[in-house]
């Protein structure tokens, strides 16, 4: 959590010319916080109708150790930011996401409510998933069932899946152009 508000601190100052003291800095930390609470619902969730003896901190625990790769992706997403500032286009830079299929497709030829779902198809989503995985197995070790994995990654994508088409809908309502 820490990296991810100085990383924020450093990008409205730096990159943005911006003064540190802003309300726009706590947008990153309150969205890491809401995601990581209802990550860990989910996957929480999923892991009890399973019959994982397992609690909600536990739980908890893992995902913000997964949160790791998040805070991997600012970092190296904003040492990108610093060095491409002055070669790419605004509209590039303003919609960055790292390791995504967002740079696959020239964003003239994407329909508006396809660049959430793109970016958020990324490197850095499946290395969380992994990191999850990994540090709950730590934690249920005695009985490391190998359904563990298969709970984590279809409860969290199932999630995920869900959350991109309400993100597609609201865009569609919302800012149909």
């Known amino acids: 959590m820490a990296i991810i508000l100085a990383t924020t601190l450093v990008a409205q100052v730096f990159y943005y010319h911006k003064p540190a003291i802003s309300p726009s800095v706590m947008i990153i930390p309150i969205t890491f916080m809401v995601n990581s609470l209802l990550t860990t619902m989910i996957i929480y969730v999923g892991l009890k109708f399973k019959e994982f003896k397992i609690t909600f901190n536990e739980v908890f625990k893992a995902v913000i150790t997964g949160a790791v790769a998040f805070a991997l992706q600012y970092l190296f997403e904003l ?9 790419g286009n605004n509209f590039h830079l303003l919609n960055f996401s790292s390791l995504s299929l967002f740079h696959l497709y020239h ?3 994407m329909p508006f409510y396809l660049m959430y779902p793109l ?8 290395l969380n998933v992994i990191i999850i995985i990994r540090s709950l197995k730590l934690i249920v ?19 995920l899946f869900i959350w991109v088409l309400i993100v597609i809908y609201l865009n569609l309502s919302l800012f149909n152009k």
Request: glycine share 2%; net charge negative; no cysteine.
């Open 79 to 87: 040492i990108y930011l610093f060095l491409a500032s002055k070669s």
């Open 107 to 109: 964003p003239n030829d």
């Open 119 to 126: 970016q958020t198809i990324n490197v850095w989503e499946i």
């Open 141 to 159: 070790t005695p009985n490391n069932p190998p359904s563990l994995t298969y709970t984590v990654n279809l409860t969290y994508f199932i999630g």
